[in-house]
């Protein structure tokens, strides 16, 4: 879902730094020493992700896994992915540099509200953890496209046809996601549940 350089307006893209950078201090303030690690890891699980993607239009699309980065994150979902898609920038021109805060919001601001949703669900049994996980993973996915087909309709009106189509073309990706996520979640509350996130609110 990166949206490339040269496509948005000013404005989107000063919002999209502005908020970023409001993400990435909350996430960083969130981040602790002993998670560091973990982090570096789910941003890596991300860069290679979305390595592989099917270009549309100004987008593409692609598997993000942003919803179980902000499962295990939280907050600090918005540095990792950051860190992630400068080296895509860098490595690949995936994206571009001037886009860096509207890719790393539309993509990291999803996962955040993924953790906030459905956090307390994902600790419980697997009666209410692995539905919760699935949705997860499918609406962060689906909110992702909304925030990048928003960000190209408030760029330009022509734009519309394409936005919808953003949409429509990560309903199978959301189906994926949320089936990976639920393995993942299910996976972790076997061998190490203290990756999941605590029901407290002040989880991280």
């Known amino acids: 879902m990166h949206i490339s350089e040269g496509i948005l307006s000013g404005p989107v893209l000063g919002a999209g730094a502005v908020l970023t950078m409001a993400g990435c201090a909350m996430g ?12 570096g890891i789910m941003s890596a699980c991300f860069f290679v992700a979305s390595l ?7 987008s593409s699309v692609h598997l993000l896994f942003n919803g179980a980065v902000g499962l295990i994150l939280g907050w600090a979902a918005f540095p990792a992915l950051l860190v992630a898609l400068i080296l895509q920038a860098v490595f690949f021109q995936f994206g571009g540099i001037t886009t860096l805060g509207i890719n790393t919001f539309i993509m990291a601001f999803p996962a955040v509200i993924g953790y906030i949703l459905f956090r307390a669900l994902v600790r419980r049994r697997a009666g209410w953890a692995l539905p919760a996980a699935f949705f997860t993973g499918a609406f962060s996915v689906f909110l992702s496209g909304v925030l990048a087909a928003l960000a190209l309709m408030f760029t330009e009106d022509k734009f ?35 990756m999941l996130p605590s029901e407290g609110p002040s989880s991280r």
């Open 28 to 39: 960083l303030r969130h981040l602790e020493s002993d998670k560091i690690a973990r982090t």
């Open 52 to 58: 592989i993607h099917v270009p549309i239009g100004p």
């Open 160 to 194: 519309i046809n394409v936005a919808g189509l953003v949409i429509g073309a990560h309903v199978p990706v959301m189906l994926i996601e949320g089936i990976m996520t639920v393995f993942l979640v299910a996976f972790l509350k076997r061998v190490q549940p203290d």
